[in-house]
């Protein structure tokens, strides 16, 4: 396997893509990759998200790509009685263009990578979700964030657990918060909307809802009923809206489980209440939509 960290920017070791390749020893056809963006909503990157995602992919003969987008702190959050300092100068501009960047550095280098161009996926959790889904939307429908161009599109996105009604976010299950939610929703509040403060009309703008068209890739979601955190209400939308616009769709609402499952099982765990046997399904219900889609692997 190929691991290695690409860096954007040389004074900055907190933003990076980092690659999980397979190497084509005994298979010699390019592979179809997917583009990671794990959660933590804009405030650090969860790493439950991020390799062991990436090595669930890669046992099914995915290439993978995980990318470490700037956040509000530079740091991840150890205490949130003790924070890490803040990037300063972070808004929702600078994800979106290091998404258009591993893009166009895929398209670059998909030969040296045995990357197949036509089937480089984006997969995102929670915050992640958000910004995979802002992107994909941006690059089909009429502009609505400035990006850089970029050469190739996703050819399908995931989601799982995705913010994408900021209007209606808050309005969800919340007998199960943890203690520091209440600051911890106010600091990813901070992130999304900086210093003014929440804006209606901003909201509505950065809500992938709002943006999906016709021409918009094959989506896969999932999230769970009881989600603590981000209202799974958005995800109905989303499918309806997709549905609407005649987008190839697939959605599943567990009956049970919190937020930021992730594989929902033993291997990305730090509690026991994170491994949900129905959850953990969600997998191998998007190896088969994939394979319907001529996405997955072939012999």
Same mark, same amino acid.
């Given at each position: 396997?190929?691991?290695?960290?690409?860096?954007?920017?040389?004074?900055?070791?907190?933003?990076?893509?980092?690659?999980?390749?397979?190497?084509?020893?005994?298979?010699?056809?390019?592979?179809?990759?997917?583009?990671?963006?794990?959660?933590?909503?804009?405030?650090?990157?969860?790493?439950?998200?991020?390799?062991?995602?990436?090595?669930?992919?890669?046992?099914?003969?995915?290439?993978?790509?995980?990318?470490? $987008?700037? *956040?509000?702190?530079?740091?991840?959050?150890?205490? $949130?009685?003790?924070?890490?300092?803040?990037?300063?100068?972070?808004?929702?501009?600078?994800?979106?263009?290091?998404? =258009?960047?591993?893009?166009?550095?895929?398209?670059?280098?998909?030969?040296?990578?045995?990357?197949?161009?036509?089937?480089?996926?984006?997969?995102?959790?929670?915050?992640?979700?958000?910004?995979?889904?802002?992107?994909?939307?941006?690059?089909? =429908?009429?502009?609505?964030?400035?990006?850089?161009? *970029?050469?190739?599109?996703?050819?399908?996105?995931?989601?799982?657990?995705?913010?994408?009604?900021?209007?209606? =976010?808050?309005?969800?299950?919340?007998?199960?918060?943890?203690?520091?939610?209440?600051?911890?929703?106010?600091?990813?509040?901070?992130?999304?909307?900086?210093?003014?403060?929440?804006? =209606?009309? $901003?909201?509505?703008?950065?809500?992938?809802?709002?943006?999906?068209?016709?021409?918009?890739?094959?989506?896969?979601?999932?999230?769970?009923?009881?989600?603590?955190?981000?209202?799974?209400?958005?995800?109905?939308?989303?499918?309806?809206?997709?549905?609407?616009?005649?987008?190839?769709?697939?959605?599943?609402?567990?009956?049970?489980?919190?937020?930021?499952?992730?594989?929902?099982?033993?291997?990305?765990?730090?509690?026991?209440?994170?491994?949900? $046997?129905?959850?953990?399904?969600?997998?191998?219900?998007?190896?088969?939509?994939?394979?319907?889609?001529?996405?997955?692997?072939?012999?």
């Amino acid at each position: 396997m190929l691991n290695k960290k690409i860096y954007f920017r040389q004074s900055d070791n907190t933003v990076y893509l980092e690659s999980f390749l397979l190497e084509n020893n005994f298979f010699t056809k390019k592979r179809p990759t997917i583009v990671i963006c794990p959660g933590g909503g804009y405030l650090q990157i969860a790493p439950r998200e991020a390799e062991p995602i990436s090595l669930k992919f890669n046992s099914y003969g995915f290439n993978c790509f995980v990318l470490h $987008y700037s *956040c509000f702190f530079t740091s991840n959050i150890k205490n $949130y009685h003790t924070l890490p300092p803040k990037n300063e100068n972070f808004n929702l501009q600078h994800p979106l263009n290091e998404l =258009a960047k591993t893009f166009s550095l895929i398209n670059k280098n998909a030969d040296r990578w045995n990357v197949d161009i036509n089937r480089v996926m984006l997969c995102g959790f929670s915050a992640g979700g958000h910004l995979a889904s802002l992107f994909a939307e941006n690059l089909v =429908a009429e502009k609505f964030i400035d990006l850089p161009n *970029c050469n190739i599109k996703p050819a399908a996105l995931i989601l799982g657990y995705p913010l994408l009604d900021l209007i209606n =976010a808050s309005d969800c299950n919340r007998q199960n918060l943890r203690e520091y939610a209440p600051i911890q929703n106010h600091l990813v509040n901070q992130a999304i909307y900086g210093n003014k403060g929440y804006k =209606a009309e $901003y909201a509505k703008k950065i809500s992938p809802v709002n943006h999906v068209a016709s021409t918009m890739c094959p989506t896969f979601i999932w999230t769970t009923a009881t989600d603590e955190l981000v209202n799974p209400a958005g995800s109905i939308e989303m499918a309806l809206e997709l549905k609407a616009k005649k987008v190839p769709f697939e959605l599943h609402v567990f009956s049970s489980g919190g937020h930021g499952l992730s594989l929902a099982e033993e291997v990305t765990a730090t509690r026991s209440n994170q491994v949900n $046997y129905q959850v953990n399904t969600w997998f191998n219900s998007l190896l088969l939509w994939l394979k319907e889609l001529k996405l997955t692997i072939e012999i």
